[in-house]
């Protein structure tokens, strides 16, 4: 699965990209997690939670309005678990784990007796996480033992730190992110604050009880009705973190709360000077990536052995030392999926977020990404690529790799593409992605009696008996006008040349001549 889904908004939940969710998304989107929600209730109904969300349960005070509005309840669990690739709005850290709204909190606020409840709740009632987007500066007991209970029950609490962070005041340390926060300080809870790599969020309560942080400015949310809003606050932070909770849980469930802390906290990104907002960023495809690494190696001098949940995997050889070089299974390819695959000269093996091929004369070569996806569409190795010769190398807004039997481009605008041959060689002679033929936007299209590549700037067209030429401009539009090579001009025999006035290309049929003067295409013979 990959973050390039029909979702509208998905490109302006920018707090995703900065925790890297869309990275984890092949790997987990927390299927099988049940997340609670401990809030104000959750819109049941919303478009981007329909069919995800269980039936809602009531703790809040009888004497409280059942109409208050369910916003941020909406907001907090659309931020864990709204869907992915379903056409609507954007998509949660978690966008196939299952909510369960527990309604704590109404215009009486949130009473920590009904939170307290909520709590038992879950966790007799399969809850995996507890997300608790709330907060008071007085301890509960009765709390306090709640959440004990479900963590020794194996589900994992996250609480928001708070939206007070006073600025520290010289000589008195506890005014650095007062008032502490409960339930977020309870030493069983995972504390999140709201920072990112931009920098921290002064508003936002810092302390020695926080464990990490994830983006709290604009979080892009669903609200009722059918609406979205950017929202602030760790309220929206917490969420984040309980969303990365479902995927790690998703690919080891075995693990315990402590360990998941652990993971998150040891693969978070580190930043200096972040004193009071925990171990770093959030970063869920490290945490993932960690969670799933974390079966069985046994790796002898030529070979490593992978084992998880029963399933064994062996890398060995020259795809072995590239593996490793790429970090092994903590390392960007992530666990291997299969055991070595031969194919006639060569042999691949299968990895989470790549593959690594390998012929005596290429050596072993990762490819992966949209890159993969193009080889693998036309056949991989017994394609007319073959097998990859280099790895992706970034070039401007894009990347290349080189094939035994051509190249494929990338960049975000014109998807991957293949080139190759005499087409790949006119390309080159204009400049390659430089020129002014840019980037191609089609790999190499087959016609009658030759074939052709589309570019961002225009195209190449082949034939056996003609070569392959340049055709852009005013006289593309020209000669497209005439039918193309099936009109009565047939294939360029000639890429454009200049001549006084203007600027003259020779087709089969006849030739077109582009004047300066009059801005006008006309035939010539």
Same mark, same amino acid.
């Given at each position: 699965?990959?973050? #390039?889904?029909?979702?509208? +908004?998905?490109?302006?939940?920018?707090?995703?990209?900065?925790?890297?969710?869309?990275?984890?998304?092949?790997?987990?989107?927390?299927?099988?997690?049940?997340?609670?929600?401990?809030?104000?209730?959750?819109?049941?109904?919303?478009?981007?939670?329909?069919?995800?969300?269980?039936?809602?349960?009531?703790?809040?005070?009888?004497?409280?309005?059942?109409?208050?509005?369910?916003?941020?309840?909406?907001?907090?669990?659309?931020?864990?678990?709204?869907?992915?690739?379903?056409a609507?709005?954007?998509?949660?850290?978690?966008?196939?784990?299952?909510?369960?709204?527990?309604?704590?909190?109404?215009?009486?606020?949130?009473?920590?007796?009904?939170?307290?409840?909520?709590?038992?709740?879950?966790?007799?009632?399969?809850?995996?996480?507890?997300?608790?987007?709330?907060?008071?500066d007085?301890?509960?007991?009765?709390?306090?033992?709640?959440?004990?209970?479900?963590?020794?029950?194996?589900?994992?609490v996250?609480?928001?730190?708070?939206?007070?962070?006073?600025?520290?005041?010289?000589?008195?340390?506890?005014?650095?992110?007062?008032?502490?926060?409960?339930?977020?300080?309870?030493?069983?809870?995972?504390?999140?604050?709201?920072?990112?790599?931009?920098?921290?969020?002064?508003?936002?309560?810092?302390?020695e009880?926080v464990?990490?942080?994830?983006?709290?400015?604009?979080?892009l949310?669903?609200?009722?009705?059918?609406?979205?809003?950017?929202?602030?606050?760790t309220?929206?932070?917490?969420?984040?973190?309980?969303?990365?909770?479902?995927?790690?849980?998703?690919?080891?469930?075995?693990?315990?709360?402590?360990?998941?802390?652990?993971?998150?906290?040891?693969?978070?990104?580190?930043?200096?000077?972040?004193?009071?907002?925990?171990?770093?960023?959030?970063d869920?495809?490290?945490?993932?990536?960690?969670?799933?690494?974390?079966?069985?190696?046994?790796?002898?001098?030529?070979?490593?052995?992978?084992?998880?949940?029963?399933?064994?995997? #062996?890398?060995?050889?020259?795809?072995?030392?590239r593996?490793?070089?790429?970090?092994?299974?903590?390392?960007?390819?992530?666990?291997?999926?299969?055991?070595?695959?031969?194919?006639?000269?060569?042999?691949?093996?299968?990895?989470?977020?790549?593959?690594?091929?390998?012929?005596?004369?290429?050596?072993?070569?990762?490819?992966?990404?949209?890159? +993969?996806d193009?080889?693998?569409?036309?056949?991989?190795?017994?394609?007319?690529?073959?097998?990859?010769?280099?790895?992706?190398?970034?070039?401007?807004?894009?990347?290349?790799?080189?094939?035994?039997?051509?190249?494929?481009?990338?960049?975000?605008?014109?998807?991957?593409?293949?080139?190759?041959?005499?087409?790949?060689?006119?390309?080159?002679?204009?400049?390659?992605?430089?020129?002014?033929?840019?980037?191609?936007v089609?790999?190499?299209?087959?016609?009658r009696?030759?074939?052709?590549?589309?570019?961002?700037?225009?195209?190449?067209?082949?034939?056996?008996?003609?070569?392959?030429?340049?055709?852009?401009?005013?006289?593309?539009?020209?000669?497209?006008?005439?039918?193309?090579?099936?009109?009565?001009?047939?294939?360029?025999?000639?890429?454009?040349?200049?001549?006084?006035?203007?600027?003259?290309?020779?087709?089969?049929?006849?030739?077109?001549?582009? #004047?300066?003067?009059?801005?006008?295409?006309?035939?010539?013979?």
């Amino acid at each position: 699965m990959h973050a #390039t889904g029909t979702d509208p +908004l998905l490109s302006q939940a920018t707090h995703l990209v900065k925790i890297k969710a869309p990275q984890a998304w092949p790997v987990s989107t927390g299927r099988g997690v049940v997340v609670a929600v401990l809030d104000q209730g959750v819109q049941l109904n919303h478009p981007d939670l329909v069919g995800r969300v269980l039936p809602m349960v009531d703790f809040a005070p009888a004497n409280s309005s059942k109409s208050y509005e369910e916003t941020h309840g909406t907001a907090v669990a659309s931020t864990i678990a709204a869907a992915l690739r379903n056409a609507e709005g954007a998509a949660g850290v978690a966008p196939d784990a299952t909510i369960l709204p527990v309604r704590v909190c109404s215009d009486l606020g949130c009473p920590s007796s009904a939170v307290a409840q909520g709590v038992l709740y879950a966790a007799d009632n399969g809850a995996d996480v507890i997300n608790l987007s709330l907060g008071s500066d007085e301890a509960s007991d009765a709390l306090k033992t709640a959440i004990a209970y479900a963590v020794r029950k194996g589900v994992v609490v996250v609480a928001s730190a708070g939206n007070s962070g006073d600025p520290c005041t010289e000589g008195v340390t506890t005014a650095c992110g007062n008032p502490v926060s409960y339930p977020a300080a309870f030493d069983e809870v995972i504390s999140v604050s709201s920072a990112d790599l931009g920098g921290v969020d002064s508003w936002a309560t810092h302390n020695e009880f926080v464990d990490l942080s994830a983006p709290g400015e604009g979080v892009l949310a669903a609200v009722p009705w059918s609406r979205y809003e950017p929202v602030t606050g760790t309220s929206f932070s917490a969420p984040q973190v309980s969303g990365a909770v479902a995927d790690v849980l998703a690919v080891s469930p075995t693990l315990s709360p402590a360990a998941v802390r652990t993971v998150l906290q040891e693969s978070s990104t580190k930043v200096v000077g972040w004193g009071g907002y925990g171990a770093g960023l959030l970063d869920v495809r490290a945490a993932v990536t960690r969670a799933a690494a974390s079966g069985v190696v046994d790796r002898p001098d030529d070979s490593a052995v992978y084992t998880r949940a029963g399933i064994t995997r #062996t890398v060995k050889g020259e795809i072995l030392k590239r593996y490793r070089a790429a970090g092994a299974e903590a390392g960007e390819l992530g666990w291997p999926q299969s055991d070595e695959i031969g194919f006639p000269g060569g042999a691949s093996s299968v990895f989470t977020w790549g593959h690594v091929v390998w012929t005596p004369w290429t050596g072993a070569r990762i490819v992966k990404g949209a890159v +993969l996806d193009r080889w693998l569409t036309m056949g991989g190795v017994f394609s007319y690529l073959g097998a990859p010769r280099g790895e992706e190398v970034r070039i401007g807004r894009g990347v290349f790799q080189e094939f035994n039997g051509g190249l494929v481009y990338w960049t975000p605008q014109t998807g991957a593409q293949a080139v190759r041959g005499e087409i790949l060689r006119e390309y080159g002679s204009t400049g390659w992605e430089r020129g002014p033929l840019g980037f191609p936007v089609t790999s190499e299209v087959h016609l009658r009696g030759g074939a052709f590549s589309a570019f961002e700037g225009g195209s190449v067209y082949w034939s056996p008996r003609t070569g392959a030429h340049t055709v852009r401009g005013a006289l593309r539009d020209a000669w497209a006008s005439t039918g193309w090579e099936a009109g009565y001009l047939g294939y360029p025999v000639s890429d454009e040349y200049a001549v006084p006035g203007g600027v003259r290309q020779d087709f089969q049929g006849r030739s077109l001549l582009f #004047t300066w003067a009059t801005g006008r295409v006309t035939e010539v013979r």
